[in-house]
Nanobody, 128 residues
């Protein structure tokens, strides 16, 4: 069982920045696919970004709506993945969830069912 815990959400003005953190347990964290999703009120949970171990190097994957503004990274020594969010917009307001995939699968997983473990979510609110 992998424990996933997010932190770092909050209230920020449009144009501002936030960094979310997500820690995941397990000795093989460096091989996990780590993803970020978000869910706005009344909407379905959607893919935001993923950091993917490709066997030799890591790959990043981003939703079009955040590409160029958000950056995903990880620190394997701390079993932590980060989501740096710049140029935030009111439409980025949502609960942000971190997820881990610990099994072999598609290289660029973007759907909920491709991930095995989820955190409880952290609220991000962007005021206009």
């Amino acid at each position: 069982q992998v424990q996933v815990v997010e932190s770092g959400g909050g209230l920020v003005q449009a144009g501002g920045s936030l960094r979310l953190s997500c820690s995941a347990s397990g000795r093989t964290f460096s091989t996990y696919v780590m993803g970020w999703f978000r869910q706005a009120p009344g909407k379905e949970r959607e893919f935001v970004a993923a950091h993917i171990w490709g066997g030799i190097t890591y790959y990043d994957d981003y939703a079009e709506s955040v590409k160029g503004r958000f950056t995903i990274s990880r620190d394997n020594a701390k079993n932590t993945v980060y989501l740096k969010m710049n140029s935030l917009k009111p439409e980025d307001t949502a609960v942000y969830y971190c997820a881990a995939r610990t099994r072999f699968g598609k290289r660029f997983p973007r759907t909920n069912d491709e991930y095995d473990y989820w955190g409880q979510g952290t609220q991000v609110t962007v005021s206009s």
